[in-house]
């Protein structure tokens, strides 16, 4: 009833708040926008691992716009650590596939004025 009343929860991973330090400063405040964009993307590789271990099951990893913020060089990185991952990742982006440095044999798709189209 409270949740209603306020129109949001009270109770959730959205209310949590830490600080990441990089060289001893909070990153929030020294770190780049593609350095804060490889935490994030650690953070999140780092939370399927642990999902993996503690229940066994590979993971579905989400990663929204993986080209922002980061050089050709940080984004292959990515890449090729999610192919060997062994989770199923969808990874959206604004680039075409094929400007992404995309492993052969993955599956891309682009959707383009309502169209779906498979490469």
Same mark, same amino acid.
């Given at each position: ?5 306020? *129109? ?14 990089? *060289? *001893? ?9 593609? %350095? ?9 590789? &780092?939370?399927? $691992?642990?999902?993996? $271990?503690? @229940? *066994?099951? %590979?993971? !579905? !990893?989400? #990663?929204?716009? #993986?080209?922002?913020?980061?050089? %050709? +060089?940080?984004?292959? $990185? ?5 192919? @060997?991952?062994?989770?199923? /990742?969808? /990874?959206? @982006?604004? +680039? ?16 383009? +004025?309502? @169209?779906?189209? &498979?490469?």
């Amino acid at each position: 009833a409270e949740d209603r009343r306020r *129109g949001a929860t009270q109770w959730g991973p959205h209310l949590d708040d830490f600080r990441i330090l990089l *060289g *001893g400063r909070r990153a929030r405040d020294t770190a780049s926008q593609g %350095e804060q964009r490889g935490l994030m993307i650690r953070l999140v590789l &780092a939370t399927a $691992e642990r999902y993996r $271990e503690a @229940s *066994g099951e %590979e993971p !579905i !990893i989400l #990663l929204d716009d #993986l080209n922002s913020e980061l050089d %050709e +060089e940080r984004r292959r $990185e990515v890449l090729q650590f999610l192919g @060997s991952a062994g989770a199923q /990742v969808f /990874v959206t @982006s604004t +680039e075409r596939p094929e400007r992404m440095d995309v492993p052969p044999g993955e599956g891309c798709f682009q959707i383009e +004025e309502g @169209s779906l189209t &498979a490469y």
